[in-house]
């Protein structure tokens, strides 16, 4: 449930890592001028602080219900896949940039997906394949 909040929250560390390894993926790109921040909303869920995936300049898109926030029973590389989503949501949302593209099939917009304990953009062409992992997480977080 969504509660509004008086004063303004710092993303923990552990979504900052999860966010750098999004804009590597970013970067690999070659979208590294989109240098995303988690913007704070003012808003709690559960408690925890909710953020968005912005833009430098601070615009994000909240269309997809695409919030972040910290939950005690949430994994690293489920915290990465939330952030590539809200990433992802913005950029096609705000700017009209469609990324990340399947490598296989040029053009196609693919989907963050867990796979065992990584993080996977998977393409849903055919029966559905990996494009390519997101990044490289830690072994141990
Ligand atoms: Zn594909």
Redesign the pocket.
């Known amino acids: 449930m969504l509660e509004d909040r008086a004063e303004s929250a710092e993303p923990s560390l552990r979504m900052l890592r999860a966010l750098a390894i999004v804009q590597a993926n970013l970067d690999d790109a070659g979208l590294g001028e989109y240098v995303m921040q988690l913007v704070d909303d003012r808003t709690n869920m559960e408690g925890h602080p909710i953020f968005w995936a912005g833009l430098p300049d601070g615009r994000f898109s909240a269309s997809s219900n695409c919030y972040i926030f910290e939950n005690a029973d949430r994994t690293f590389a489920e915290l990465v896949a939330l952030i590539a989503a809200a990433v992802q949501d913005t950029l096609i949302e705000v700017e009209r940039v469609m990324w990340p593209t399947?490598?296989?099939?040029p053009g196609?917009w693919?989907e963050v997906r867990l796979s065992s304990n990584s993080v996977v953009w998977w393409?849903?062409?055919?029966s559905g394949?990996i494009?390519h992992p997101l990044g490289h997480l830690p072994a141990v977080l």
Do not use: D
């Not at 399947?102 to 099939?105: A, D, F, I, R």
């Open positions: 399947c490598v296989t099939h196609r693919v393409c849903e062409v055919g394949h494009s």
